[in-house]
């Protein structure tokens, strides 16, 4: 060896020892004293501390100082991380390509978004023909100065006349739908308020959508919980207060419901679900004969998922007695189900919905996570597959009946988004659209392995490195899982992981139970008293990476999101010493209390209830909050959450972060980043994204003892 290549790899050493001595030098995290109360409850004989219940009203002076001092002391931690402007400038480096939706047809227009880079919100265009000049129709970045205000709903009328649109302010789930008319982009005086989880549908000159009572004005609207939704019919030019109720049920003051007016207009389409994991009953209504609200689906018997309408005749995609889910023909006039017809029976493959276009029924699948696509004729027979760039995600293939021709956007781990113009009737694909992302894709590969859990169930995992990675068990890994509400992890590109692989790191996704990788039946095997089997999945594939030499305990991050980060905080009580970095993302900590904010209720059929003795049986073992040990070391953490999140509601992390930070005597830092004018992620502005991610890997890197190159 040459002297001077000698004296490199010297000063490299010396530069990693320094570095990794600082961090083991650095005096301890002065943690914001967290006062207590003495607020025990009493579960079924069973005694329950809560003293950070303080911390729920998030409007107190208290609560308010709290949350200040939390910011600072993890604002001056990552701040102190000498190589976390350069992360965030490789970020922001990655972030900026074009990014495109796929083309919608409206008329003889096609409506898709596009993002030039960094703009902080997707931009909505129509354009004459695939050949036309794109026109700006509705710009998210003027709706704000700060870009707190983002574009949730685009609907257009029968006529393409006119434009409802909803917007979100911070990121809540709140919704305020707007209309303009769309050849002069006059925006009207329309102004509907106090709409969560609906869209706008549309029927002659005005359209249906789902919304709440207006809450008291002292009330906090961001942690109230919502109940008795109703049906309405807004006319267009008209104040809210003049809308026209068209359905509630007062006798079932937790039921959310979803309106849908078919093409023809003929008929509303209602689904009503109890919960978000709860199967749904059906409602029709003629809307040419001004009928009565009538049931289709009389009894909770399974999901039905309302395709489109043929001959006075619904098309359902259902999973009852079909986990793998099914396409069924249902005559509202003889909804009993001796008088169902079966148009695609169930298949091996997990169906993951169908489109109607061009007399024809596409019928996305699931098999092993990644998607494949097959053809049928309007009766059910197969006439072809649609054949796809490679295993990944597709996602798309919607359009009206009419209409020859749908598009799709195609990604995987290591594919950016390349979006496709399918001709239905010839059954083929060009490429359309692709995005160029500043890296090369044939740098790096993906693996899908299955291991098995500890109940020797069979689990897809997916693997992404670069090539030629070395199996020395050294690798800087992140594992994400969910697990959870009929949500799959799906391989499609992720531009956030490519610093990690940049840096010789790992990023693995585990298709864990509770999910809808293979039908009802995965879900149903990872929810109530059956969700520990979602954390012995997760534990599972993280001792495989560290097995097989992918990485060690030392050397591996766990994050996840929602129900993710209930998984993170769960696992993380459970084999603590399995991780060296835990990122539980907008969690819902306290199952014991989380039915009692914003829409928690709903996630009851999920996981079930405190109130119930049998279900709290099982719901305070793994509750991530109530398991948190003294005399425990526990890997770094950096619990994330926002002040608008109205989803899972911030107390959560605020009482689980007061709860870590008590109890946890170690040198490992634990901290909660506090984001503002953010709610549950959907929304969220470019330039804080990209922020998050940074924060996300610096923390990471940092406390794995490494120092990313860029």
């Known amino acids: 060896m040459k002297k001077n290549a000698k004296m490199t790899v010297f000063c490299l050493v010396v530069g990693l020892f320094l570095f990794a001595s600082t961090q083991a030098q650095e ?13 025990v409850d009493d579960y079924f004989g069973t005694k329950v501390a809560d003293p950070y219940r303080w911390l729920e009203d998030m409007n107190s002076p208290e609560t308010r100082q709290w949350i200040n001092d939390q910011v600072e002391v993890t604002g001056k931690y990552l701040s102190s991380i000498e190589f976390r402007p350069q992360l965030k400038a490789r970020f ?13 047809k409206e008329g ?6 596009k993002n030039d880079g960094l703009q902080e919100h997707d931009v909505v265009y129509m354009q004459k023909g695939l050949e036309g000049k794109p026109e700006v129709l509705l710009d998210p970045n003027t709706f704000s100065a700060d870009s707190s205000i983002s574009l949730t709903e685009v609907s257009f009328s029968k006529d393409q006349d006119y434009l409802a649109y909803g917007i979100s302010r911070g990121g809540s789930d709140w919704q305020e739908f707007q209309v303009m008319k769309v050849k002069t982009r006059e925006k009207m005086s329309d102004h509907i308020q106090w709409v969560k989880f609906s869209s706008p549908s549309w029927y002659r000159d005005g359209f249906f959508y789902s919304r709440y009572d207006e809450p008291p004005k002292d009330a906090d609207k961001l942690k109230i919980k919502v109940q008795d939704q109703e049906i309405y019919y807004h006319k267009i030019g008209t104040p809210q207060a003049e809308d026209k109720l068209i359905f509630q049920d007062p ?10 007016t078919t093409v023809d207009e003929k008929y509303l389409l209602i689904a009503a679900f109890e919960g978000a994991s709860d199967y749904n009953l059906v409602y029709y209504k003629n809307l040419e004969k001004d009928s009565p609200v009538t049931l289709v689906i009389d009894k909770p018997i399974g999901h039905f998922i309302f395709v489109d309408e043929t001959g006075g005749k619904f098309l359902f995609v259902t999973d009852y007695e079909a986990p793998n889910y099914k396409l069924v023909l249902i005559d509202p006039q003889k909804p009993q189900k001796e008088y169902w017809e079966t148009i695609i029976p169930e298949s091996s493959d997990k169906m993951d919905y169908v489109s109607y276009v061009a007399g024809r029924l596409i019928a996305p699948y699931l098999k092993d996570a990644n998607t494949k696509v097959s053809v049928f004729d309007v009766k ?13 995600t597709a996602r798309g293939f919607y359009g009206k009946r009419k209409d020859n021709e749908v598009f799709y956007t195609f990604s995987s781990f290591t594919s950016p988004p390349a979006i496709y113009r399918y001709n239905i009737k010839e059954n083929r694909s060009e490429l359309f659209r692709k995005a160029n992302v500043k890296f090369n894709p044939e740098a790096y590969e993906t693996w899908q392995v299955f291991y098995e859990s500890k109940d020797k169930t069979r689990v897809p995992l997916f693997i992404v490195h670069k090539k030629g990675l070395q199996m020395n068990g050294q690798n800087p890994t992140m594992l994400y899982g969910y697990g959870g509400f009929n949500a799959a992890i799906r391989p499609g590109f992720r531009i956030t992981i490519i610093p990690l692989l940049d840096n010789g790191g790992v990023y693995a996704a585990a298709c864990l139970r509770g999910g809808d990788e293979y039908g009802e039946k995965w879900h149903r095997a990872g929810m109530l008293e059956k969700k520990q089997n979602v954390f012995d999945d997760f534990i599972a594939a993280a001792e495989y990476l560290v097995r097989t030499g992918y990485t060690n305990p030392q050397k591996l991050a766990i994050m996840g999101s929602s129900n993710g980060g209930l998984l993170v905080g769960a696992v993380m009580n459970q084999r603590p010493d399995l991780f060296k970095v835990a990122i539980p993302d907008v969690g819902v900590m306290d199952m014991l209390r989380f039915h009692k904010f914003t829409i928690g209720w709903a996630w009851v059929g999920e996981y079930g209830s405190s109130d119930n003795p049998e279900q ?13 040990k003294a005399g425990v070391e526990y890997p770094a953490t950096l619990v994330n959450t926002a002040d608008h999140d109205d989803r899972v509601f911030p107390a959560h992390s605020f009482k689980y972060i007061a709860t870590l930070q008590e109890k946890y005597q170690g040198k490992n830092p634990v901290l ?3 984001e503002t004018q953010v709610g549950h992620g959907a929304g969220t502005a470019t330039s804080k994204a990209i922020q998050l991610y940074t924060d996300f890997y610096s923390f990471m890197f940092y406390n794995m003892n490494i120092k990313p190159k860029f």
């Not at 027979?381 to 490679?390: A, E, S, T």
């Open 92 to 104: 922001t480096e990655l972030w900026n390509y074009e990014k495109y939706s796929d083309p919608s």
């Open 380 to 392: 059910g027979k197969k006439l072809y597959d649609v054949q796809l760039p490679g295993l990944g």
């Open 672 to 674: 909660i980043r506090i």
């Open 251 to 260: 006798g079932n003051p937790q039921r959310i419901y979803s309106g849908s």
């Open 616 to 628: 709290f049986k099982f719901l305070y073992p793994y509750s991530p909050l109530h398991n948190i």
């Open 108 to 113: 003889e227009y096609y409506i898709f978004s």
């Open 27 to 39: 005096p301890p995290i002065k943690y914001p004293v967290t006062k207590k109360a003495d607020q």
